[in-house]
């Protein structure tokens, strides 16, 4: 997209605090809600893409309640009661037309949605960990919050970039990462090499000891590892409800690889391309997205040698 469309889009979003309490498995509930919209009965939810998510032990439990054979949204949510995490939700702009390096599909321009830690997490960090500087276990030039760009801040969990073009209905979502997974994994093997509890870490952007890097890690160890399920559930309430488009697009890993440009070192966890979104109910196609149908993609395909493959998804 280019920049007057995320610039439209940005006018309609909201400046403050958007709250997003998740718990682990509750993209099934939200998957569910849209299904149960287009599927009146559970027999025709079965046969369809979302069917997979009957066979959560705690949705089966729920079908033997359901007398008439019908799911019902109301219903989703009063039995679902787990206690989760709430995070902060904001967006931002990645990208420009004439950048090379942004690792987007396109030229142009791409909405960024960051999951956000809250006020407990950071609160801790400060305690226990003791950084000297904003984002210490995210990189520099990453999307991440910035101070300044709201009015509160908060340390950034992890983000989705999204190509979107409203005249087509549909969403390509570029990218799920995430850099806190990545340096606190670090710090977890730095942790094993200390011997005692009073062992000083000390690496210049940050100053802790062992004794309390462990305690940190306990406290965020759940929330890491739920990352990717909370993230991409995050992006798809958002494509849902704020943006109302009904088709979300998700790359492969070897065609949004070739296509962004990425490579090396550079490159990430396939599983991230691959079991995630078949998790969400993403399905496999040879089609290419309307946005990427363009003379000039077709040819950067065939150059390479790449067979289209992507995962779609629709709501």
Not at 131 to 141: A, E, L, Q
Not at 295 to 304: A, E, H, V
């Amino acid at each position: 997209m280019d920049q007057n469309e995320i610039e439209e889009l940005f006018a309609y979003f909201s400046k403050e605090r958007t709250l997003y309490p998740y718990c682990r498995d509750y993209y099934v509930v939200q998957l569910l809600q849209i299904a149960v919209k287009r599927h009146a009965t559970i027999q025709t939810l079965k046969g369809s893409n979302f069917g997979r998510l009957l066979n959560k032990s705690s949705i089966a439990a729920l079908l033997s309640s359901c007398g008439n054979g019908r799911l019902n949204s109301d219903l989703l949510v009063s039995y679902w009661q787990e206690p989760g995490t709430t995070y902060l939700v904001t967006a931002g702009v990645w990208g420009s037309k004439s950048d090379r390096y942004a690792q987007t599909s396109r030229p142009g321009v791409n909405l960024v949605l960051r999951l956000n830690f809250n006020h407990q997490h950071d609160s801790l960090l400060q305690k226990l960990i003791h950084p000297t500087r904003d984002g210490v276990f995210n990189y520099w030039g990453h999307p991440v919050l910035e101070r300044g760009d709201r009015s509160y801040y908060r340390e950034t969990l992890a983000w989705s970039r999204l190509d979107i073009d409203l005249d087509r209905d549909e969403v390509l979502i570029e990218e799920v990462q995430s850099d806190w997974v990545r340096d606190t994994a670090w710090l977890h093997k730095w942790l094993d090499r200390c011997d005692r509890d009073e062992y000083v870490m000390d690496c210049g952007d940050f100053k802790t000891t062992a004794a309390s890097a462990r305690r940190y890690l306990e406290f965020v160890e759940p929330l890491l590892k739920e990352w990717s399920q909370a993230m991409l559930a995050a992006t798809v309430d958002f494509v849902n409800r704020e943006l109302g488009l009904k088709q979300i697009w998700y790359h492969s890993w070897k065609v949004g690889n070739y296509l962004k440009r990425i490579n090396g070192h550079y490159l990430p966890p396939k599983s991230l391309y691959s079991a995630l979104p078949r998790q969400f109910c993403f399905e496999q196609t040879e089609q290419l997205p309307g946005m990427l149908s363009d003379r000039r993609t077709i040819k950067r395909l065939r150059r390479g040698k790449i067979e289209p493959l992507f995962y779609k998804l629709e709501l």
